[in-house]
């Protein structure tokens, strides 16, 4: 242990502070409020303090410290530009009157025109402040659209097996009851397991596309029009929008209502589930039930007008991007990937051989090195034997139609460098599992923390010292 992973508390001695204060005038307090004995706070010098926070931060793994390839969150480098402007508004209430802040509406509108044009959707909502947030705001504006045509059988929204998590659950928030359509052996919806499904109780289907294992629906329009045809709307999670950005919009595949998740696409950093925005755009026959545009629009989903700072954010990227340069990043994003794929298919196993988009799943090694009496190396384990060579791990575990599936993301913000070193890596550590799968079973060996258990983690986290700790 170095001498500042000691805690702070630890490193405390009486008298020393990392301030200095004026001299504070008598103010009598009335007994009732005033402490009766002296609060527990370390006393610190302002190096001790700095070295403390600074040390800290080292402990975690950012997309600043390293290359993050985490699959369905896209997490792209997040210029630091988009950091500074929310500062500039950080004196802005919201309570402020709309009326007083006219640059804060042209930014509104000038988002809301900029994401009509990327996706083909007529406008958007800023309401919901994050994906799930937006897929449930959507599912309630699809579901007012068919009440308000006096269509109250259409309870049952179709959900494909691999959709992100999010969907089913949202859906079921929503009231609706969810019916699972199969993909084929191509990671495809299968069409014809899709036509039984369709019928007067279809409120509509929930899509991805590309879907979660990276790969383009080619049938979007025969599913469209089927899905139409039977009354139903299109919902498109659009939460990874990155591929598409710029090349094809889900308005033109025949999508009515849809969200983005501005936090992954759109650079905001979003590592520890928060800050997010998951704005909703719809079609223009369903503007008139958006919140806050139409009559009918009497949803309101969240205070405010949602999480602005993520909002300037998106709208800071879009506009240091350009017209003409947003293309390219989904572009790179699937280049990249692609890249990674084909450059690793030989040490692990690719159960999915087509060109993927932003994104694509191994199932697991080729070689685990299992023999007699040794257990082979996991997923898990090259997750973790990553960490000591300095990478985050991917996505693991899911979509969970691989057993072993490592899902992968590198994003257009990576040099072929960054993405070579990575290659370089992981055959490395294919290499190792053959040869001594119990370096990867016990791995990470140079990390603050190896394998805690990260369900007691989650659900009982120790945030605080105390003295019993
Ligand atoms: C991340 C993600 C979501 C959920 O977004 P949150 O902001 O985490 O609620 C939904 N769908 C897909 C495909 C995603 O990748």
């Given at each position: 242990?170095r001498?500042?992973?000691?805690?702070?508390?630890?490193?405390?001695?009486e008298?020393?502070?990392?301030?200095?204060?004026?001299?504070?005038?008598?103010?009598?307090?009335?007994?009732?409020?005033?402490?009766?004995?002296?609060?527990?706070?370390?006393?610190?010098?302002?190096?001790?303090?700095?070295?403390?926070?600074?040390?800290?931060?080292?402990?975690?793994?950012?997309?600043?410290?390293?290359?993050?390839?985490?699959?369905?969150?896209?997490m792209?480098?997040?210029?630091?530009?988009?950091?500074?402007?929310?500062?500039?508004?950080?004196?802005?209430?919201?309570?402020?009157?709309?009326?007083?802040?006219?640059?804060?509406?042209?930014?509104?509108?000038?988002?809301?025109?900029?994401?009509?044009?990327?996706?083909?959707?007529?406008?958007?909502?800023?309401?919901?402040?994050?994906?799930?947030?937006?897929?449930?705001?959507?599912?309630?504006?699809?579901?007012?659209?068919?009440?308000?045509?006096?269509?109250?059988?259409?309870?049952?929204?179709?959900?494909?097996?691999?959709?992100?998590?999010?969907?089913?659950?949202?859906?079921?928030?929503?009231?609706?009851?969810?019916?699972?359509?199969?993909?084929?052996?191509?990671?495809?919806?299968?069409?014809?397991?899709?036509?039984?499904?369709?019928?007067?109780?279809?409120?509509?289907?929930?899509?991805?596309?590309?879907?979660?294992?990276?790969?383009?629906?080619?049938?979007?329009a025969?599913?469209?029009?089927?899905v139409?045809?039977?009354?139903?709307?299109?919902?498109?999670?659009?939460?990874?929008?990155?591929?598409?950005?710029?090349v094809?919009?889900?308005?033109?595949?025949?999508?009515?209502?849809?969200?983005?998740?501005?936090?992954?696409t759109?650079?905001?950093?979003?590592?520890?589930?928060?800050?997010?925005?998951?704005?909703?755009?719809?079609?223009?026959?369903?503007?008139?039930?958006?919140?806050?545009?139409?009559?009918?629009?009497?949803?309101?989903?969240?205070?405010?007008?949602?999480?602005?700072?993520?909002?300037?954010?998106?709208?800071?990227?879009?506009?240091?991007?350009?017209?003409?340069?947003?293309?390219?990043?989904?572009?790179?994003?699937?280049?990249?990937a692609?890249?990674?794929?084909?450059?690793?298919?030989?040490?692990?196993?690719?159960?999915?051989?087509?060109?993927?988009?932003?994104?694509?799943?191994?199932?697991?090694?080729?070689n685990?090195?299992?023999?007699?009496?040794?257990?082979?190396?996991?997923?898990?384990?090259?997750?973790?034997?990553?960490?000591?060579?300095?990478?985050?791990?991917?996505?693991?575990?899911?979509?969970?139609?691989?057993?072993?599936?490592?899902?992968?993301?590198?994003t257009?913000?990576?040099?072929?460098?960054?993405?070579?070193?990575?290659?370089?890596?992981?055959?490395?550590?294919?290499?190792?599992?053959?040869?001594?799968?119990?370096?990867?079973?016990?791995?990470?060996?140079?990390?603050?923390?190896?394998?805690?258990?990260?369900?007691?983690?989650?659900?009982?986290?120790?945030?605080?010292?105390?003295?019993?700790?």
């Amino acid at each position: 242990m170095r001498y500042y992973d000691k805690l702070v508390f630890e490193l405390s001695r009486e008298g020393r502070s990392a301030f200095s204060l004026p001299q504070a005038p008598d103010v009598c307090l009335p007994d009732s409020v005033s402490r009766k004995s002296a609060l527990e706070l370390p006393s610190l010098s302002e190096p001790d303090v700095v070295r403390h926070y600074t040390n800290l931060s080292q402990m975690n793994f950012g997309v600043d410290t390293g290359f993050y390839p985490l699959g369905s969150c896209t997490m792209k480098y997040n210029p630091k530009i988009n950091e500074e402007i929310p500062g500039m508004f950080a004196g802005v209430h919201p309570l402020v009157p709309a009326g007083a802040v006219p640059g804060i509406r042209k930014i509104y509108e000038g988002i809301d025109s900029a994401l009509a044009e990327l996706t083909g959707m007529a406008h958007f909502t800023f309401e919901p402040c994050a994906g799930a947030h937006g897929e449930l705001t959507g599912l309630m504006l699809i579901r007012q659209y068919h009440i308000s045509r006096g269509d109250f059988a259409r309870t049952r929204i179709i959900v494909p097996d691999s959709a992100h998590g999010t969907n089913p659950a949202s859906a079921a928030v929503c009231g609706l009851e969810v019916v699972e359509v199969k993909s084929g052996p191509d990671g495809l919806i299968d069409v014809e397991s899709l036509k039984p499904l369709l019928g007067p109780q279809i409120a509509g289907i929930m899509m991805t596309n590309p879907n979660t294992l990276g790969l383009f629906e080619k049938d979007i329009a025969q599913i469209a029009s089927l899905v139409h045809g039977c009354g139903g709307l299109l919902y498109y999670d659009g939460a990874n929008m990155n591929p598409l950005l710029g090349v094809v919009r889900p308005g033109d595949m025949g999508f009515d209502v849809m969200h983005l998740n501005l936090h992954k696409t759109f650079s905001t950093p979003h590592g520890g589930g928060g800050p997010g925005s998951g704005p909703v755009g719809v079609a223009p026959h369903l503007v008139e039930f958006l919140p806050e545009f139409g009559n009918r629009g009497e949803l309101r989903v969240s205070g405010f007008h949602g999480n602005f700072g993520v909002i300037l954010r998106a709208y800071a990227y879009i506009l240091m991007l350009g017209r003409e340069n947003v293309p390219m990043a989904g572009r790179l994003a699937t280049l990249s990937a692609n890249y990674i794929k084909e450059s690793l298919k030989d040490c692990y196993r690719l159960p999915l051989q087509s060109i993927c988009k932003h994104e694509f799943v191994f199932d697991g090694l080729v070689n685990d090195g299992a023999r007699d009496g040794v257990p082979g190396a996991t997923t898990l384990d090259v997750a973790k034997r990553l960490l000591d060579y300095g990478f985050h791990a991917p996505t693991i575990y899911f979509p969970l139609l691989f057993h072993q599936a490592i899902m992968i993301e590198p994003t257009e913000t990576e040099s072929l460098e960054t993405l070579d070193s990575f290659i370089e890596v992981m055959r490395k550590i294919a290499q190792e599992a053959a040869q001594d799968p119990t370096l990867l079973r016990t791995a990470p060996h140079n990390t603050p923390i190896g394998r805690p258990d990260e369900t007691v983690a989650a659900r009982q986290p120790v945030l605080k010292w105390t003295k019993s700790n």
